[in-house]
């Protein structure tokens, strides 16, 4: 895979982004396209032997179009200016607690949890919380855990959620919408021959983290 060419791909589109750069410069997509599906599938390979949950996934299933939905947007360009990928069971459109590959020149990231859960999801996950929260404080307080992840994405309301205290000792918890974590990655390590057993040793350290998530939504 040579993410290289692919970053080199991205940058083109985001200063030429439009149909017409697009369809001049197919070949370039397709070339960048396929070293992103070669990575993400090294990682649904590697992955697999420690979380046999993902084993039948395929790339091309988790892999995100580059096209926009520009309907609803005051930003009417046409296409994304990064590659994404959501590696989880049955694959991107699920909703399934996964993993998560992002590739774009100067904002390469790796890691998961589950983005924006539906209501009732998000109601299983907050009782898993509410129920268990000292567990899922050691996984994200571990020396090997914090090494690879800083803060979670910052999504959650502004107070405490329906059915809990203000004072609940794990409040800050319960207080979010979505349950992500991201490692960042510079270009020059994204386009190491070293960047996929990287991404490795992130999501291995990720899966505690999913399993709890997995845990609360069974």
């Known amino acids: 895979m040579d993410i290289k060419q692919t970053h080199k791909f991205l940058k083109g589109l985001a200063a030429n982004n439009s149909k017409v750069w697009m369809d001049g410069h197919k070949p370039d997509y397709q070339i960048a396209k396929a070293n992103f599906i070669e990575l993400v599938q090294d990682a649904i390979n590697t992955t697999a032997k420690f979380d046999p949950e993902i084993a039948d996934e395929e790339a091309k299933k988790c892999v995100f179009r ?23 069971k049955g694959g991107r459109k699920t909703g399934n607690p996964g993993y998560y590959i992002h590739i774009m ?37 571990s020396a090997k855990f914090k090494k690879h992840f800083n803060e979670p994405y910052d999504d959650k309301v502004k107070t405490a959620p329906k059915g809990y205290a203000k004072d609940h000792p794990h409040i800050d918890l319960l207080r979010y919408r979505s349950f ?37 939504l069974d």
């Open 66 to 88: 580059l096209n926009r939905d520009v309907r609803f947007s005051n930003n009417k360009d046409p296409y994304k200016t990064n590659f994404g990928g959501a590696i989880c």
């Open 105 to 141: 020149p100067g904002n390469n990231f790796a890691g998961g949890g589950l983005y924006h859960p539906e209501p009732e999801s998000l109601k299983k996950i907050r009782q898993e919380i509410d129920y268990n929260g000292l567990e899922l404080i050691k996984i994200i307080k």
């Open 180 to 216: 992500i974590y991201m490692q960042q990655f510079t270009d020059k390590e994204a386009q190491s021959q070293e960047f996929p057993k990287m991404i490795r040793e992130t999501f291995k350290t990720m899966k505690p983290y999913l399993d709890f998530l997995r845990k609360g």
